[in-house]
């Protein structure tokens, strides 16, 4: 059966889905997007992701074409009309089709598109851990909008897979950010440090998931930047992110992170993200 399409408010097979040229997500990147995680058939941390969607959008002065209410309605209605039972939900909206030209169009209506993937979770990789460098973060200085300009972590994430490794650590001028899709977190001495989130980060769902979590099982935790230095040092590093969720990472410009192998502190959390999934 074909993989059913959610665009511009009707259900279509996806070989159905025409994309206009002068969309302009596709000539200037033009829009905003989620990605939601799916487990059990059921969209992870909705209201988190619709409320940093209103976010983005608002940020670059995007009109949603509907409530958050009937966009999370239609969402599920796509994870059911597909048989999604574990996999991501992407949600794209863009600013509408217009000739080419960097004003706004006056006359332009936003175009909504979503479609479903069935993938797996990462069970083998949360369990070995990812090897990771660091590079320059060149992007803009609105991360805490999720829009579709996303060309420089596509760069930083080819990097790394040049390099031989799986993700690239992000740092402005030595201050750790994120990496190319995920946020980063390092374990010193039992404590849980992580970047604050303001407009260098995307401010991740699962990042957020994670620091409650980590509250309830009592882990000291501080939202504060770290430097390159502390990275390298660092007892444990840990990656969260909606396809990745506690990813450890046991390596670093090829140097080895503590031990080599996923630490407790982090191993503690993935037990826990486990039970919430589960709940």
């Given at each position: 059966m074909s993989q059913i399409y959610w665009y511009q408010d009707r259900w279509l097979p996806a070989d159905e889905v025409r994309i206009s040229p002068e969309d302009r997500g596709y000539y200037f990147?033009?829009?905003?997007?989620?990605?939601?995680?799916?487990?059990?058939?059921?969209?992870?941390?909705a209201d988190a992701h619709f409320a940093r969607l209103e976010k983005?959008?608002?940020?670059?002065?995007?009109?949603?074409?509907?409530?958050?209410?009937?966009?999370?309605?239609?969402?599920?209605?796509?994870?059911?009309?597909?048989?999604?039972?574990?996999?991501?939900?992407?949600?794209?909206?863009?600013?509408g089709e217009a000739p080419r030209s960097h004003l706004f169009p006056r006359d332009a209506d936003p175009v909504a598109m979503a479609y479903c993937t069935e993938t797996k979770r990462p069970i083998a990789a949360m369990q070995t851990g990812y090897k990771a460098i660091t590079a320059e973060d060149v992007r803009?200085?609105?991360?805490?909008?999720?829009?579709?300009?996303?060309?420089?972590?596509?760069?930083?994430?080819?990097?790394?897979a040049d390099r031989g490794a799986d993700d690239a650590v992000l740092h402005r001028g030595g201050t750790v950010t994120e990496s190319s899709a995920s946020n980063v977190m390092i374990v010193k001495d039992g404590s849980l440090i992580t970047h604050p989130?303001?407009?260098?980060?995307?401010?991740?769902?699962?990042?957020?998931?994670?620091?409650?979590?980590?509250?309830?099982?009592?882990?000291?935790?501080?939202?504060?930047?770290?430097?390159?230095?502390?990275?390298?040092?660092?007892?444990e590093v840990l990656l969260t992110g909606t396809t990745i969720e506690v990813m450890p990472v046991i390596e670093v410009d090829g140097r080895t992170v503590g031990t080599g192998v996923p630490g407790p502190v982090t191993r503690r959390l993935q037990q826990e993200f486990e039970r919430v999934i589960h709940a």
């Open positions: 990147g033009d829009g905003v997007y989620e990605v939601f995680r799916v487990y059990g058939g059921k969209l992870f941390e983005s959008a608002a940020g670059i002065r995007i009109r949603l074409p509907h409530s958050t209410e009937v966009l999370k309605r239609r969402m599920e209605e796509l994870v059911r009309r597909n048989g999604l039972q574990e996999g991501t939900v992407y949600l794209q909206i863009t600013r803009w200085l609105h991360c805490d909008y999720k829009t579709l300009n996303l060309l420089a972590n596509v760069l930083a994430k080819q990097e790394a989130a303001n407009h260098l980060i995307l401010h991740g769902i699962t990042r957020a998931v994670v620091l409650r979590l980590a509250a309830r099982a009592e882990i000291p935790t501080e939202e504060r930047s770290f430097s390159v230095h502390e990275l390298l040092a660092a007892d």
